[in-house]
């Protein structure tokens, strides 16, 4: 069975502090899809990244990146220079190629940036 | 804005009723899936549509039923509700079938129901 952890339950940092959400994935899949989402407090999903399990290239988009790497199971989401408006939880999620292509998220990382 | 819209954004209602969510996809999505975020529980996928026909069940209870319709819409079916039932359900689209990948899925910003 599928399964994502994120460790972090709450993070809390100084704007302008470089950060970094943890997720670490179970899967007996050799091929597989890692997405980040972002839920601020209006509550919404916001879809920030998606990535194969064939790629192991880091991608930074602005001030996020992203860091996979498959020897470790892990797909960790790093913001740099934070600001107040990074304040959300985060999710992490894992989804199957085949069948329903359901997402299977983590807990999720409730990040606070302070002024 | 993703996108995909869900109505209503807040329902009350009393243990033992039946309400209908709604959601409509983005232009041109086939795909509709239902999920259920609550404290305890989290985020969960409890069902998935692909053109009018159902492709996959997850946690769903059996008082719980959907449907996708002709131009796409679909409608999530909550019936003898509990109160353990309260929670934000997302409806998320995406383009994508299987084979090919999973898309993203864009998440319409949720229907928050509280049951009393």
Same mark, same amino acid.
Not at chain 2, 80 to 85: A, F, I, K, T
């Given at each position: 069975a599928q399964k994502v952890t994120q460790a972090q339950t709450e993070i809390s940092v100084v704007e302008k502090e470089d950060v970094t959400l943890d997720c670490v994935y179970e899967t007996r899949d050799t091929t597989y899809y890692l997405f980040w989402y972002k839920q601020p407090p209006s509550g919404e999903l916001v879809f920030l990244i998606r990535r194969n399990s064939f790629d192991e290239q880091n991608e930074i988009s602005g001030r996020y990146s992203w860091n996979f790497q498959k020897s470790t199971s892990s797909f960790n989401f790093t913001i740099t220079a934070? $600001?107040?408006?990074?304040s959300a939880v985060y999710f992490c999620a894992l989804s199957e190629?085949?069948?329903? $292509?359901k997402l299977v998220f983590g807990q999720g990382t409730r990040l606070t940036i302070n002024p | 804005d993703s996108g995909v819209t869900q109505t209503p954004k807040h329902l009350i209602t009393a243990t033992g009723q039946r309400v209908t969510l709604r959601c409509s996809p983005r232009s041109g999505d086939l795909s509709v899936y239902w999920y259920q975020q609550s404290l305890d529980q989290g985020l969960q996928f409890l069902i998935q549509y692909y053109n009018g026909e159902e492709r996959a069940k997850g946690n769903?209870?059996?008082r719980f039923s959907a449907q996708q319709f002709p131009d796409l819409h679909s409608e999530l079916n909550l019936s003898?509700?509990?109160?353990?039932?309260s929670a934000l359900y997302f409806c998320a689209s995406s383009h994508g079938t299987s084979g090919v990948g999973p898309y993203e899925q864009y998440f319409g910003p949720g229907t928050r129901l509280t049951v009393t």
């Open positions: 934070s $600001q107040v408006v990074d190629v085949e069948g329903a $292509q | 769903i209870l059996e003898s509700l509990e109160l353990g039932d």
